[in-house]
């Protein structure tokens, strides 16, 4: 994974941990739901890259 995939999927996975921390705050569960989206999505982003890696080594 490149470094800067890597501060990719750390931003995104950031971003959607303070807009879930904004939605319970406020009482939102819309955005609250969108930033625990984003923190799943950025996860899975980051193991796709990661797998991708392995295969690149052998």
């Known amino acids: 994974m490149g470094l800067g995939d890597k501060i990719h999927n750390a931003a995104e996975k950031l971003h959607g941990k303070g807009k879930a921390a904004a939605g319970d705050a406020t009482g939102d569960d819309q ?10 999505k950025a996860e899975l982003k980051q193991a796709g890259e990661k797998i991708k890696d392995v295969f690149k080594k052998h």
């Open 31 to 40: 955005l609250k739901a969108e930033g625990k989206h984003e923190q799943v």
